[in-house]
């Protein structure tokens, strides 16, 4: 039960960035971009995510309009997809205290203090806060579905973990600040393909609008900012990858079960702090948790995306 209600904390901010809002419609024509089954995307419903994320994410100011409207039509479809599968098994517009805590969690991101400036907050930007309900439901009925669809096939090996957390107990530990991209191939001809492709992108375009465009992580809405990160909580694999990277140097493809990863480093500190041992057990148990229950959800994902009848126009 506790891994159940530590995932919902860790996964509010990539929640943050993929609510859908329906704002007033202007004169311009409506066109529909694409059609999922019986459910259409058109181009108002683009320009209001695109509006919603700019909103709450000020760094995509910073990107091309055009990444960030394709980055709005990502979202809708992949929540559209997602409500699709869980009308099947779940009856959503429920009373749910975990969206509550998301609630929660969102707006304490967002420097606000109880649910009522939350409001006013979204007022003042033309948004409805019903409309931001419904997506945070949807998200959360997801990650829900996932933990128990997939919580008995987590392995956490709690003993290598402590054995891991002993080795480095006292000594200086070197911070990392990560981004990261994740994308995802059809077939490994596909994967050096891609790979040369993303790496072209970066050279033109920055590692972050590369993200945006590309990966298929939630951080995706972040620009790929991952945060601040021990490097000892890093798994062998992943270290050793990352370990001598200098600032601003990006790693070799990583392989995970979701896909391919490549980590950028934009910052290093030193710290040296005498270790709690439980609490850092705790904080890699949480780390592990949330990877693999994030691996999940993207493979089941893209299995149910595969079943859609899906049209672009």
Do not use: H
Request: aromatic share 10%; charged share 30%.
């Amino acid at each position: 039960m506790i891994f159940y209600k530590k995932i919902f904390y860790i996964l509010t901010l990539s929640l943050i960035n993929t609510f859908l809002i329906f704002t007033n419609i202007s004169s311009t024509e409506v066109k529909i971009i694409m059609k999922i089954n019986n459910e259409i995307i058109t181009n108002i419903d683009i320009e209001n995510e695109y509006k919603y994320l700019v909103a709450l994410n000020k760094s995509l100011n910073n990107l091309d309009k055009q990444t960030v409207l394709e980055l709005a039509k990502n979202s809708l479809q992949k929540e559209i997809i997602k409500k699709i599968e869980l009308d099947k098994i779940y009856e959503l517009n429920q009373k749910n205290e975990s969206v509550r805590l998301m609630i929660s969690n969102i707006y304490k991101e967002l420097g606000l203090n109880s649910e009522d400036e939350f409001k006013y907050y979204l007022k003042n930007l033309g948004l409805k806060f019903e409309n931001i309900y419904k997506k945070i439901e949807i998200e959360t009925v997801w990650n829900q579905m996932i933990y128990s669809k997939y919580k008995d096939k987590v392995i956490i090996d709690e003993k290598i973990l402590k054995e891991k957390i002993l080795k480095y107990k006292t000594k200086d530990r070197e911070i990392l600040l990560l981004y990261e991209l994740v994308f995802d191939f059809k077939n490994k001809d596909e994967i050096n393909k891609k790979y040369q492709e993303i790496l072209e992108s970066i050279k033109i375009k920055g590692f972050e609008e590369t993200v945006v465009k590309y990966s298929i992580s939630n951080t995706k809405m972040k620009s790929g900012l991952v945060g601040w990160v021990d490097i000892n909580t890093l798994n062998e694999k992943i270290k050793k990858e990352v370990l001598n990277l200098d600032i601003d140097e990006i790693s070799n493809p990583i392989s995970i079960p979701s896909g391919i990863m490549l980590l950028k480093v934009n910052d290093k500190k030193t710290e040296k702090v005498e270790i709690d041992i439980n609490k850092e057990l705790e904080k890699l148990i949480e780390i592990e948790l949330t990877n693999q229950l994030n691996n999940y959800s993207t493979i089941f994902f893209n299995k149910i995306k595969n079943n859609q009848i899906i049209n672009e126009y």
